[in-house]
């Protein structure tokens, strides 16, 4: 509800806004206040009186178990069997009134919706270790089933008889009844054996058999396997001397992991892919009849994760600790919910394509700074470095590469590429926003009837829209705007800080997280900048938009027309992208440990009282940006992380 419109009724001469009873009367959104007799926004709308007249009621019960039992019938060996179970209740029961709100149209309405999630694991381990002089190995063989089933149930019914009876014999008409039930399951068999010589030589070797509900039978089984290898220098005869090294440590490992994660087109799970789908509706005008929702690919298979780490583990002059780490993680068979044309009947069908890979360096670093009887200060840092980039697409996605959201697919590119208009500027002349033309496509060489080319009629209102500027073609209009990657909205560098400091029974840590280098889209800003109707939030930046001949400025004339709105505000193009960089201070903790003197007299082992403090500051490109929102480098309505103050007493009998 906009600030600018009144709780309750009042008189437009009086500003009075009692009854003749002395009572406030509720504005049910049907009163004009606004310029020229109309009520552009918020019509039949009352926060106030939706609050008051409206019931919700919410009930969660979370039922959680668990239970194992572990035998050892000779030395090193065991044998155990696990076995969890978590059941999630959860109900909601919401009535809108008859007054005011959505309920008006019933009049007045009810809905309840009931679901239930279980899941449960259940998995049987047999390990054994051993050690024979300086060899020393552990065996690993086991077996895991987990299922999940989720119940969905929801109704409406709309027309109230009498007031404040909530539940559905007081309404008459069936609005909606829908109802529906997941399931899935996943079984592994799995085994690995560790071996070391003197805590010097390490080697591991693992296998998994994972088999997934969401595939057909003859991709149902998928086979994965690892290996990795270790040498501690520091234990080897000619380190014995090197006394400022306290550890070194080399590992490498390779191995493969499976993902049978899927997503559809909303970003939920889909459990049946391989599945055709059928929904019933009146799709023939009042004639019921079924009709496709999911188009099955029986080809589907498990999505192969392939990971090669080599690490470097050090210890110096007993102060300095680390891990210098190069990765690499290769995706191929990626599971991707691919668009389809009009033509198939399904927007969209599951599908595996391409290859992605994933490289870089991590690098974590520790470092005690000081200590003695009643300081110690210490410092932490891990800075990660990563890259993107495809290295295979499908025949059908080669050439032009494959559009998603605000990215463009393309061999040899990012996923997180931006592919958007290329915005210019303001015309100083009309407050016009101003692209980058394609005058790849829009050129008079491409008037013909091929594919790709343009009709004349085409190219003529192209050349209406079109600006020249420093000898830079430009168009007014988003239609004409040339595409072009447009950076990444992966960081080059992100990571985390921290700083340890403790004098006697008082202890100091702070903890901060920051990122570098990368690019965010965002749409809640572009959302605010757009011209909107009265009563609507928006940025104090329109308030530097272009008014007369000559300004130089970065915001176009605030004009409401459709076409002038759609051209600089709901077009996303390269104007929206801002820095991702950010510093944020994630978390303070002052600490006090009681001193023993003062607990002996209360019976206490111990006692530690502490302040912690959350998300203190952030510095960012804008104010109310959250760039730690997604990997996406998309802002959906994101909040900033809340600040939290958190007093705690621990203690011990």
């Not at 009309?430 to 033309?437: K, M, N, P, Q, S």
Request: glycine share 8%; proline share 3%.
């Amino acid at each position: 509800m906009a600030p600018i419109y009144p709780v309750h009724k009042h008189d437009l001469e009086t500003g009075a806004y009692l009854d003749a009873n002395g009572k406030a009367t509720t504005d049910p959104g049907e009163y004009i206040y606004d310029y020229e007799g109309t009520r552009l926004s918020n019509n039949g709308r009352d926060a106030i009186a939706e609050t008051e007249f409206n019931q919700r009621e919410l009930v969660r019960v979370n039922q959680t178990g668990h239970t194992y039992l572990t035998l050892t019938p000779v030395e090193g060996l065991n044998l155990t069997a696990n076995y969890s179970i978590n059941n999630i209740d959860y109900r909601r029961k919401v009535y809108e009134n008859p007054y005011v709100g959505d309920g008006t149209a019933g009049p007045g309405r009810l809905n309840q919706m009931s679901t239930r999630t279980l899941t449960q694991t259940f998995n049987q381990l047999i390990t054994y270790s051993k050690s024979i002089g300086n060899h020393n190995f552990d065996v690993l063989l086991g077996h895991e089933n987990y299922s999940y089933k989720y119940e969905y149930l929801y109704g409406m019914k709309t027309q109230e008889t009498v007031s404040g009876m909530y539940e559905f014999g007081n309404f008459v008409n069936i609005s909606s009844l829908s109802s529906y039930t997941n399931t899935y399951k996943k079984e592994g068999y799995f085994g690995r054996i560790n071996y070391d010589y003197a805590h010097k030589y390490y080697a591991s070797l693992s296998y998994r058999h994972d088999g997934s509900s969401r595939f057909a039978k003859e991709n149902r089984w998928g086979n994965f396997w690892s290996f990795g290898v270790g040498w501690r220098i520091s234990e080897e005869a000619f380190m014995k001397d090197v006394k400022w090294v306290n550890n070194l440590k080399l590992r490498a490992s390779y191995g493969e992991t499976g993902n049978d994660n899927i997503l559809d087109s909303d970003g939920d799970p889909d459990y049946y892919p391989y599945q055709t789908l059928y929904g019933l509706g009146y799709k023939n005008g009042s004639e019921a009849g079924a009709y496709f929702t999911v188009i099955a690919n029986p080809s589907l298979k498990w999505e192969t994760q392939i990971s090669t780490d080599i690490a470097l583990e050090f210890g110096l002059f007993d102060r300095l600790t680390g891990t210098i780490e190069y990765f690499k993680k290769d995706s191929k068979d990626l599971l991707f919910d691919v668009s389809q044309p009009a033509s198939v009947g399904v927007t969209s069908i599951i599908q595996n394509i391409g290859k992605v890979t994933n490289s870089g360096v991590e690098i974590e670093l520790d470092y005690n700074a000081f200590k003695n009887k009643d300081w110690s200060v210490s410092v932490g840092a891990n800075a990660t470095f990563v890259k993107n980039k495809i290295k295979n697409l499908p025949a059908t996605m080669k050439e032009n590469g494959y559009i998603s959201g605000s990215k463009k697919w393309l061999e040899g590119k990012s996923i997180y590429e931006f592919w958007l208009r290329q915005w210019h500027g303001v015309d100083p002349q009309t407050g016009d926003g101003l692209y980058v033309a394609d005058v790849s496509k829009y050129n008079q060489g491409n008037i013909g009837t091929g594919d790709g080319n343009i009709t004349q009629s085409q190219f003529d209102e192209y050349k209406k829209t079109v600006v020249t500027i420093d000898g830079k073609e430009l168009t007014n209009s988003y239609t004409y705007a040339k595409y072009d990657f447009s950076g990444s909205s992966i960081p080059d560098v992100y990571g985390g800080f921290n700083v340890r400091v403790s004098y006697k029974n008082f202890d100091l840590a702070a903890v901060f997280s920051y990122q570098l280098g990368g690019q965010i889209l965002d749409t809640n800003y572009a959302t605010m900048m757009s011209m909107t109707e009265f009563g609507y939030a928006q940025s104090p930046d329109l308030l530097k938009a272009w008014k007369q001949a000559g300004d130089i400025t970065e915001v176009p004339r605030i004009d409401n027309s459709a076409a002038h709105t759609t051209n600089i505000g709901q077009s996303y193009s390269t104007r929206w992208l801002t820095s991702s960089d950010y510093l944020n201070l994630r978390s303070v903790t002052i600490g006090y440990q009681l001193p023993k003197t003062w607990l002996s007299k209360v019976m206490l082992k111990s006692a530690r009282l502490n302040l912690t403090a959350e998300n203190l500051f952030m510095l960012k490109a804008r104010q109310g940006l959250n760039p730690m929102a997604n990997y996406s480098g998309v802002t959906y309505n994101e909040y900033m992380p809340s600040r939290n103050i958190t007093l705690g007493l621990n203690v011990s009998f």
